[in-house]
């Protein structure tokens, strides 16, 4: 009875504990601290944001869209289509400075200067 016991109970701690690790390599961060600290996120291949769309704007399956988590806001650019207005999302992509993405498309004169993000994928929640 107790090699079962601690059969289950060592599965139990796997399961956590690789459940755990999983979830760490998609952890959102929030838009404030790419704000405070672009160069840092903007080395990462793959920075995770959540928060609701507040602007879009989109042509032949391209455009931007404004994503606020409710502590700042940032121009996210996808190739894909973009969400709607009011949409909850979830985006994985790569932080930039607007300078940077002249070469890649044209962007919306609302975007000005600043961070961006190129989307790698986005979800609607």
């Not at 672009?38 to 399956?61: A, C, I, M, Q, W």
């Not at 002249?102 to 929640?125: D, F, Y």
Request: charged letters at 20%; glycine letters at 12%; a positive charge.
């Amino acid at each position: 009875m107790t090699d079962k016991r601690l059969l289950r109970r060592a599965a139990l701690l796997l399961l956590l504990g690789g459940v755990g690790l999983a979830s760490m390599g998609c952890a959102t961060t929030t838009i404030s601290h790419i704000l405070a600290e672009p160069l840092k996120y903007t080395r990462k291949d793959n920075v995770h944001l959540k928060g609701h769309v507040t602007e879009s704007v989109s042509f032949l399956g391209q455009g931007a869209y404004k994503l606020d988590d409710g502590t700042g806001t940032i121009w996210v650019i996808s190739t894909r289509g973009v969400p709607r207005k009011g949409a909850s999302v979830r985006v994985g992509g790569r932080v930039r400075d607007v300078v940077d993405l002249g070469s890649i498309m044209k962007l919306p004169q609302q975007v000005g200067s600043g961070l961006v993000m190129t989307e790698t994928s986005h979800h609607a929640q």
